[in-house]
């Protein structure tokens, strides 16, 4: 889409902290515009890096601000604040780790992805764990 290749980067989310209740210690969100917030799991939190910010900054850049697509879509191209093209709702870009590990943030292990692509792309993943946390594996 020729309209990804004018937004602008400062249209992103930036990660910020604030305290758990849970344990006080400090929970990273990923900031997602108009003041939603993205909480990082509490058992999952150690797993990403200090620089999160800066990934997720360098990974909505080089996408300039669009879906990155999957396999089953290749050319999403949602644009990130916009209507999505096929499904309607507001396009919220997150940062997809292509082998579920938040340890490698490689940019190549890194896609921006809609909502659509997202859940599509996770979806036996999170069969898998939820079995798994209910003990159904």
Same mark, same amino acid.
């Given at each position: 889409?020729?309209?990804?290749?004018?937004?602008?980067?400062?249209?992103? /989310?930036? =990660?910020?902290?604030?305290?758990?209740? &849970?344990?006080? %210690?400090? #929970?990273?969100?990923?900031?997602?515009?108009?003041?939603?917030?993205?909480?990082?799991?509490?058992?999952?939190?150690?797993?990403?890096?200090?620089?999160?910010?800066?990934?997720?900054?360098?990974?909505?850049?080089?996408?300039?601000?669009?879906?990155?697509?999957?396999?089953?879509?290749?050319?999403? /191209?949602? =644009?990130?604040?916009?209507?999505?093209? &096929?499904?309607? %709702?507001? #396009?919220?870009?997150?940062?997809?780790?292509?082998?579920?590990?938040?340890?490698?943030?490689?940019?190549?292990?890194?896609?921006?992805?809609?909502?659509?692509?997202?859940?599509?792309?996770?979806?036996?993943?999170?069969?898998?764990?939820?079995?798994?946390?209910?003990?159904?594996?």
């Amino acid at each position: 889409d020729p309209a990804c290749k004018f937004l602008s980067v400062v249209q992103i /989310g930036l =990660v910020r902290h604030v305290r758990s209740d &849970e344990d006080s %210690s400090v #929970v990273p969100r990923v900031r997602m515009g108009r003041g939603r917030v993205m909480p990082i799991l509490p058992e999952n939190r150690g797993r990403y890096p200090s620089n999160w910010e800066e990934i997720r900054v360098d990974v909505l850049s080089r996408a300039n601000d669009c879906c990155e697509g999957i396999d089953e879509y290749p050319i999403c /191209g949602a =644009v990130n604040g916009h209507l999505h093209p &096929e499904t309607g %709702s507001k #396009v919220q870009l997150m940062i997809a780790h292509m082998d579920h590990t938040p340890e490698n943030c490689d940019l190549m292990n890194l896609k921006a992805l809609c909502q659509r692509c997202h859940n599509h792309y996770d979806r036996d993943h999170r069969r898998e764990t939820r079995s798994k946390r209910h003990g159904k594996a």
